[in-house]
């Protein structure tokens, strides 16, 4: 296996942009196939089973599997996402994988590529070593972390299970052990288009959209004044881009705002919509619209289930770095859908989330090596 900071520029210098729904995204940045493959090609060396399923076109899950040489005391699986946020504004060269001052910078290089390579690195380490006593590891690379999370859905839909979960993200080396959900809607209205030289023959889409728009905002405060979650905090919405209209001289028969609305435990995407919903009707609009769930939604994490694995991966950090915490965090992950599957699950990696998605997105290199120590100490039951 090839040095960490080697191994992590090599995924960096592969794009795997996530188009998030556009498509003015050139078609060779898009999507994980450069990076699958490179995963792919690094993980049959090992001469372990790997299997690559396809969850889209040109978007594969990885899955590789270690046995150890004796029944193992328990398994654990790996997981990282192989996609990244697109590159607009970016004031580094996104796939340079550029080293300076002990960084490596680079899109993907904080989210998640450095958690991905760690995780290669300790797996590779197992294959090599077999040590006594190690636990049965799956290795799992999935696609669209970044959008819809269909990687992680197909990946539990097809039944891979473990004992203890560990999903990579930036997090400092502590643990993520809760986490809201995320469920994003399209709000649509329609009009009629006329030439706008005679605006009174038509009925614009982006006025009625603009006081939809100020009714969301006024919803907002309402959601946030709601009874919080004693460890995510309140509940959030947020209104994250606006499209409508073909020219500046025809009136818009169409306006979509894309809704993101940030769910804790107990909170359904479904209800989350109805709530909604029912506020816009209650304000009496004279015209139709519509809410719409773009994709399938990715449910908070709660940690209930995984207070054993927090003790025994703290343990294992302690005995590497020396310290550790253990904290909730707003966004969302893959390890919500694993905890739904009943695996139990925490986030752990090396890099800062402030980092991440950043225009000059970097890694403290410093943390590559023990972060992959932690992992494979973990496995090994340490």
């Not at 396809?54 to 990885?62: A, E, F, H, S």
């Not at 300790?122 to 799956?138: D, M």
């Not at 399209?186 to 288009?193: D, P």
Request: proline letters at 8%; charged letters at 20%.
């Amino acid at each position: 296996m090839l040095p960490l900071p080697q191994l992590l520029a090599e995924l960096v210098r592969r794009p795997s942009v996530n188009p998030m729904g556009r498509t003015d995204i050139p078609a060779d940045l898009l999507y994980e196939s450069r990076v699958t493959d490179f995963l792919e090609a690094r993980l049959r060396d090992l001469g372990c089973a790997v299997r690559r399923h396809t969850v889209r076109p040109g978007r594969d899950n990885l899955v590789a599997t270690y046995a150890p040489p004796h029944p193992a005391p328990f398994s654990v699986m790996f997981e990282a996402h192989q996609d990244t946020v697109p590159v607009d504004e970016m004031i580094v060269e996104p796939f340079g994988a550029k080293v300076e001052g002990g960084r490596l910078y680079g899109r993907g290089a904080c989210d998640v590529k450095a958690g991905g390579a760690v995780m290669l690195a300790a797996f590779a380490r197992l294959v090599a070593e077999r040590p006594a006593g190690s636990a049965a590891v799956t290795m799992a690379f999935t696609v669209d972390e970044e959008h819809t999370f269909l990687g992680i859905q197909e990946l539990m839909k097809s039944g891979v299970r473990a004992d203890y979960a560990i999903v990579a993200e930036p997090t400092l080396l502590n643990i993520v052990n809760a986490h809201k959900g995320v469920v994003r809607w399209v709000l649509e209205t329609t009009g009629r288009a006329c030439h706008s030289s005679r605006p009174e023959n038509g009925v614009n889409a982006i006025y009625r959209m603009a006081r939809l728009v100020a009714a969301v905002e006024e919803y907002a405060a309402q959601l946030r004044a709601l009874p919080a979650d004693p460890v995510l905090g309140p509940r959030t919405i947020s209104v994250g881009r606006i499209t409508g209209g073909v020219s500046a001289n025809t009136v818009p028969d169409v306006c979509r705002v894309d809704v993101d609305r940030r769910l804790v435990p107990g909170e359904t995407a479904a209800a989350g919509a109805a709530h909604l919903s029912d506020f816009l009707k209650g304000r009496g609009f004279d015209f139709p619209f519509t809410l719409t769930q773009s994709h399938a939604a990715c449910p908070p994490l709660s940690p209930a289930l995984s207070g054993e694995l927090v003790t025994r991966l703290g343990a294992t950090i302690d005995s590497v770095v020396g310290k550790h915490t253990v904290h909730p965090v707003p966004f969302g992950t893959d390890a919500s859908t694993v905890a739904n599957a009943g695996v139990p699950v925490v986030v752990f990696g090396p890099g800062d989330i402030e980092q991440a998605h950043t225009k000059d997105e970097w890694i403290d290199l410093s943390q590559l090596e023990p972060a992959a120590e932690i992992l494979f100490r973990f496995a090994c039951g340490r």
